[in-house]
DNA sequence: AATCCTACCAACCGCCCTAAA
DNA sequence: ATTTAGGGCGGTTGGTAGGAT
């Protein structure tokens, strides 16, 4: 091991490893500029760099190539990444092919750095959410004893209002699509005990689903609920995003109901 | 001034896929 | 059908810089 120790800069099997230097960059520039990219294990032959092929891959792709953008990441690309990671989740070369001179690595980093913890604050708040959830059992079912008080004298009103606060009420939680939908529908049954039909279901369960299509919804500069958002590891699957944009649209949908 | 902490990011690793031999 | 080389991808590591204590 006495030649060959692990550490940053040394040789390994021959090959050099850590932090490429300005005459190794030269050199690795000069190869692709007379072989193109590709065949990248002939570097070392052909260039006179002592790095693996992968290596030389690596360096190119991410630093050397000449169309890569310098820089802070943009507003507009924060954005970008935040709509298609919430699409695509961790496929950060998907991601990249959309911020033309970012790479997948910039992209990966960018995230880690900036919005990771975020959801690591967020799975903190897990345990707070299964609270808030047993509460909402509890409302829920105080909401039922209430209703079947007042059904005899209930009028065919339809109180949107009443809808937004449970709705509001609940959310930062995540429940999978068939819990929404069952939500949606026992609060609808909740409060409109004698008006709510088939048509209103669709609706109260469109809203809840609308809230799922992030492109649309982040496509807005609105505060976003990151509690929601980064919640997608422990929910793989069972996303659910809960931003202004969505409560705004539920504020316009309750002023105009939906016929 | 020294130490600690945190953010940033370049680079590596292991796994996987694909095409050619 | 199997093997192998090349390359892509996502996860992780470790060095560095700068700010806070």
Same mark, same amino acid.
């Given at each position: ?8 800069? %040394? ?37 006179? @760099? ?10 190119? %792709? ?23 990671? &919430? ?33 690591? %604050? ?35 009103? #339809? ?6 606060? @449970? ?6 939680? %995540? ?8 939500? &949606? ?6 409060? #409109? ?14 809203? #809840? ?19 929601? @958002?980064?919640?997608?590891?422990? #929910? ?8 202004? &944009? ?14």
């Amino acid at each position: 091991m006495a030649a060959e120790q692990l550490a940053w800069g %040394v040789m390994e099997e021959g090959w050099r490893k850590g932090p490429w230097t300005a005459e190794e960059d030269r050199l690795l520039i000069e190869y692709v500029k007379l072989h193109g990219e590709g065949r990248w294990n002939s570097v070392a032959r052909l260039a006179g @760099l002592k790095r693996n092929g992968k290596s030389c891959r690596l360096r190119w %792709v991410n630093y050397l190539r000449p169309d890569l953008k310098r820089g802070q990441i943009t507003p507009h690309e924060e954005k970008v990444i935040l709509e298609l990671h &919430a699409r695509w989740g961790n496929r950060w070369s998907t991601i990249a092919r959309s911020l033309p001179g970012r790479t997948d690595n910039e992209i990966k980093n960018y995230w880690r750095t900036h919005f990771k913890k975020k959801a690591k %604050v967020s799975s903190d708040n897990s345990e707070k959410s299964k609270a808030r959830l047993l509460r909402r059992q509890q409302f829920q079912q105080q909401q039922l004893l209430l209703q079947q008080q007042q059904q005899q004298q209930q009028t065919q009103v #339809f109180d949107m209002r009443r809808l937004m606060s @449970l709705l509001e009420e609940n959310e930062n939680r %995540v429940p999978t699509l068939p819990q929404m939908k069952q939500d &949606a529908s026992a609060a609808a049954t909740t409060i #409109f005990p004698n008006t709510i039909d088939d048509h209103h279901q669709v609706f109260l369960y469109s809203v #809840f689903n609308n809230s799922a299509a992030l492109p649309e919804a982040t496509n807005h500069d609105q505060d976003i609920n990151w509690d929601g @958002l980064w919640n997608m590891d422990e #929910f793989s699957g069972n996303i659910y995003y809960s931003n202004s &944009a969505n409560r705004a649209t539920l504020r316009t949908s309750a002023a105009t109901p939906y016929y």
